[in-house]
C-alpha cells in the first residue's frame, strides 16, 4: 500500500465503489471516493472531525503548533488571525515580489546571448518559489542557504511521509538511516527562519513598518480579544507559510511545465494570450480575470497532479452518517483528491490534459470534485496566494521560453512524498521566444 497509495486508492474505488470500510490493526478505516461523500464529511460534518493525529504528530515536527495542526480554539484563534493576511486584496500587495523574484530566476537561466539551455525545472521552480516565500515572508532574496533549504524540504517532505505510515515516530537521535539528513534538514529549515525572525525583531521596526508577510503576522491582533501571537507563533506560522507556501506551488509548476511541454498547442494558446493580454510588460493581479486559458491550463496540471494528492485523513469525534451508512465516533476517514479527479464521472476523458473542461461553458463540473485546495473550513489557507503566484510566474516563463521536451525523455511517473512529486527529475529545453522584450530584461 506505502509503496504504491495511489494505485491502491484507485484500485479501491472500482473494486469497492465510493465508499469502502476495512479494518486495518486496531484502526477502522473509511475510504471516501465521490465528491458528495467527501463534502459531506469536511463540509457538513466538519465540527466532528479532527485533523488524523498521526499526520499531526509527523507534521507538527516540522510546523510546531501552527494553523495547519492546531484544533478547537486554538485553530479558530490562529485561523481567524490570519486569515486577515492572506485575503485576495492583501495578496495582491504581494505580486510585485513576486514578480521581481521570477524575474531573477528566469534572467538566470541561460546566459545572455545564449538561445536555449537545458534546465532542471525542479530546481528552477523550488528555487523560483522560495525566492517568492523569502521576499513575501521576510522582503529578502534567496540566499546562499537557499539551495540547502530546497534540499531540507525535499528531505522532510520524503520522510514525513513515510513516517505517517509509521505507528510512532522513533526518536530523531537514533542513527537510524535517514535520521541524520532529517535532523539536519530541521536544522536547516529552522535556522533560516529563526535567523529572520531575530533579524527583524532586532531592527527595531517590527510589525506594520513591513509591508511583508511577518510584519503582518508581528502586527495581527485578534479582533475578538485583542491578543497578539504569541513568538513562537510567529516562528510555527513562518515555518507552516515558508514549507506549505513553496513546495506545494513549485510541485503544481513542475508538472504544470511538463504538460506544457508535452502540449506544444495549449503552450502556444497560452503564450499568446499572455501576450495580447500583458504585451512584455510584467504581469500582475489585474491581468487573471483576463487569462483564463492559462488558468485553464493552471488548474488542468493540478487536476491530474494535485500537489496534495491522498492521505487528506480526519478522526470522527462522534458517530456520523455519510451516504446513509453509519460511521462511529473514532473512525478514520480518508480522502483522495488524485481519485477523484481522475474518476471519469467527474471528469470525461479524465486522464487526458484537456484545459478547456475549466474554462466558461463548459460542462459543469460536479461540486466538491476538482478539490486541490481541499474543502471545508481547513481548506487551503494560502490558495489565493498560490493561484497569483503561479499565475503570474506561468505568464513570465511563456513570455520568455518555449518548453520542448529532449528526445527520450522518460515517462513523468507520480511518486508519493507528502506532495506528489514526478519520481525522476523533469528537465526542458527552454528556448528562448524570438524578440521576447521581456525575456531580455526591458520589462518593467
Ligand atoms: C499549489 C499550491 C497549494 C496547494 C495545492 C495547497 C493545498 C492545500 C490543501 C489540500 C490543504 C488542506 C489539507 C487538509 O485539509 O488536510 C492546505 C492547507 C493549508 N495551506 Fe495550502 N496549498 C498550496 C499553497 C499554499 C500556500 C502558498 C500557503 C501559504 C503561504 C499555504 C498554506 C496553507 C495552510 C496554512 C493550510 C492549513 C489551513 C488550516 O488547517 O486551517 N498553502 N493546502
Known amino acids: 500500500m506505502k509503496t504504491d497509495y495511489l494505485g491502491f486508492c484507485t484500485r479501491l474505488r472500482r473494486d469497492h465503489g ?3 470500510h476495512m479494518k486495518l490493526l486496531s484502526e477502522n478505516v473509511w ?20 485533523r488524523w493525529e498521526r499526520g499531526i504528530e509527523v507534521f507538527s515536527e516540522v510546523f510546531g503548533q501552527s494553523v495547519l495542526v492546531t484544533e478547537g480554539a486554538t485553530w479558530q484563534r490562529q485561523r481567524r488571525m490570519l486569515m486577515t493576511a492572506f485575503t485576495p486584496q492583501r495578496v495582491n500587495g504581494y505580486a510585485q515580489l513576486m514578480t521581481t523574484a521570477a524575474k531573477e530566476a528566469f534572467d538566470a537561466v541561460s546566459p545572455k546571448g545564449q538561445e536555449r539551455a537545458l534546465v532542471n525545472m525542479d530546481t528552477l521552480w523550488s528555487g523560483a518559489a522560495m525566492d517568492v516565500i523569502l521576499r513575501t515572508l521576510f522582503s529578502q532574496t534567496a540566499e546562499p542557504e537557499s539551495l540547502a533549504a530546497a534540499k531540507a524540504t525535499q528531505v522532510l517532505s520524503t520522510t514525513g511521509y513515510r513516517e505517517m505510515f509509521h505507528l510512532f515516530t522513533l526518536p530523531d537521535w537514533l542513527p537510524l538511516p535517514g535520521k541524520a539528513a532529517k535532523r539536519q534538514a530541521l536544522h536547516t529549515l529552522r535556522s533560516l527562519i529563526r535567523g529572520h525572525i531575530d533579524a527583524r525583531r532586532s531592527s527595531h521596526v517590527e510589525g506594520g513598518d513591513h509591508a511583508d508577510l511577518l510584519g503582518r503576522l508581528l502586527a495581527l491582533r485578534d479582533e475578538e480579544t485583542g491578543e497578539i501571537l504569541s513568538p513562537q507563533e510567529v516562528f510555527d506560522q513562518c515555518m507552516v507559510s515558508f514549507q506549505a507556501g513553496h513546495e506545494t506551488s513549485a510541485t503544481a509548476l513542475l508538472w504544470w511545465s511538463r504538460l506544457m511541454a508535452e502540449h506544444p498547442e495549449a503552450a502556444k494558446r497560452a503564450r499568446e494570450e499572455v501576450a495580447s493580454v500583458v504585451g512584455a510588460g510584467t504581469p500582475g493581479p489585474e491581468h487573471l480575470p483576463q487569462l483564463p486559458w492559462l488558468t485553464a491550463t493552471l488548474k488542468e496540471a ?3 497532479y494535485p500537489p496534495v494528492a491522498a492521505i487528506m485523513a480526519r478522526r470522527t469525534t462522534a458517530p456520523i452518517e455519510l451516504g446513509g451508512w453509519h460511521t462511529p ?12 479527479h481522475r474518476d471519469e464521472r467527474n471528469f470525461a476523458n479524465a486522464e487526458a490534459f484537456l484545459p478547456e473542461r475549466f474554462l466558461e461553458g463548459a460542462s459543469p463540473i ?3 470534485a476538482f478539490m486541490p485546495f481541499g474543502a471545508g ?11 497569483l503566484e503561479m499565475t503570474l510566474l506561468s505568464a513570465m516563463l511563456l513570455q520568455r521560453f518555449e518548453l520542448h521536451l529532449p528526445d527520450n525523455a522518460p515517462r513523468a511517473e507520480p511518486e508519493m512524498h507528502v506532495t506528489l512529486r514526478p519520481k525522476q527529475s523533469i528537465q526542458l529545453w527552454l528556448h528562448r521566444v524570438p524578440n521576447a522584450r521581456a525575456g531580455q530584461g526591458a520589462a518593467p
Do not use: N, W
Open 18 to 20: 465510493d465508499i469502502s
Open 31 to 50: 475510504d471516501l471516493m465521490s465528491p458528495d461523500l467527501v463534502r459531506e464529511a469536511l463540509v457538513t460534518h466538519a465540527d466532528h472531525l479532527l
Open 302 to 304: 493540478m487536476r491530474l
Open 329 to 340: 465516533k473514532g473512525a478514520m476517514l480518508r480522502i483522495a483528491p488524485y481519485v477523484l
Open 366 to 368: 460536479p461540486r466538491g
Open 377 to 387: 473550513p481547513r481548506v487551503c489557507l494560502g490558495q489565493h496566494f498560490a493561484m
